[in-house]
């Protein structure tokens, strides 16, 4: 090989890692044909606050095509939605007019173990850092139920939330101050989560949910210029006379 020849190659080579290195990774995992999960990683540009990362999750559903699958499929409960939305149209077998197609994204919600296993067990060979999930608290100090400190859970999506895995000690929730809000990440490869400063830049997964709406059957309208017109049926009255007809008993 010629050393220009050889001087391209490393160029090339260069060029390509230089790509890797600064660019942004998107790593899908289909979770059902409903649910497809979205690890974005790979470098510095990759890093956002939870509210940037919710925004770019959000994004994903304007520009988000039909998900493929790479890896096994999830058992999950999740019935969450979120707020940025598409409609497309795609033909249905049945029949010839188009069935919409609503597609939601957001930073994902979790909510039984087995998801929890299955996301770690894709993320881990991938990326070894801490990552945002769509988790948010807020501690209150209001006297309720024999107990002082509350600590209210919700996921951006909308969805309710019990942080089973959320490694919050009583020292730890002591250090929260009142009405701070807090965000989750997945922090350990236990897939044990903590709750940090929202400003803090990391890794995130988004979740992009599909979901068909149905067409409604269609009705035939009323003829409101001839209307059909149904007349009562007359009463039967009994006279005095019928009355003690009826009530003679039989011979």
């Known amino acids: 090989m010629?050393?220009?020849d050889i001087t391209l190659v490393v160029i090339f080579i260069l060029f390509s890692?230089?790509?890797?290195?600064?660019?942004?990774?998107l790593s899908h995992k289909q979770?059902?044909?409903f649910l497809t999960l979205t690890l974005v990683h790979g470098s510095s540009e990759a890093l956002k606050t939870h509210a940037e990362a919710r925004e770019y999750c959000q994004n994903l559903s304007l520009?988000?095509?039909?998900?493929k699958a790479n890896g096994n499929n999830l058992s999950s409960d999740d019935a969450s939605t979120g707020t940025?939305?598409?409609?497309?149209?795609?033909?249905?077998?049945?029949?010839?007019?188009?069935?919409?197609?609503?597609?939601?994204?957001?930073?994902?919600?979790?909510?039984t173990p087995s998801m929890v296993h299955g996301i770690m067990s894709w993320i881990l060979p991938l990326e070894k850092r801490q990552f945002w999930i769509g988790g948010r608290l807020k501690k209150i100090v209001q006297p309720f139920e024999g107990r002082d400190v509350h600590v209210i859970q919700r996921w951006t999506d909308g969805?309710?939330?019990?942080?089973?895995?959320?490694?919050?000690t009583p020292l730890a929730l002591d250090r929260i101050p009142e009405d701070q809000i807090l965000c989750v990440s997945v922090?350990?490869?236990?897939?044990?989560w903590g709750a940090h400063d929202c400003e803090e830049k990391m890794y995130f997964v988004c979740e992009t949910i599909r979901l068909p709406e149905l067409d409604s059957p269609k009705t035939q309208p009323k003829d409101v210029r001839n209307p059909t017109t149904v007349s009562p049926k007359p009463k039967l009255v009994m006279t005095n006379s019928a009355k003690q007809e009826n009530s003679a008993p039989k011979s």
């Not at 520009?63 to 998900?67: A, G, L």
Request: aromatic share 10%; glycine share 4%.
């Open 2 to 4: 010629k050393p220009f």
């Open 17 to 25: 890692f230089a790509y890797v290195v600064h660019g942004v990774q």
């Open 31 to 33: 979770i059902s044909p």
């Open 63 to 67: 520009s988000s095509t039909e998900p």
């Open 84 to 111: 940025a939305t598409k409609t497309t149209k795609v033909p249905t077998t049945t029949t010839t007019t188009p069935k919409n197609i609503r597609v939601r994204s957001d930073l994902v919600s979790i909510h």
């Open 159 to 168: 969805t309710s939330a019990t942080y089973r895995f959320l490694d919050l």
């Open 187 to 192: 922090d350990y490869a236990s897939g044990k």
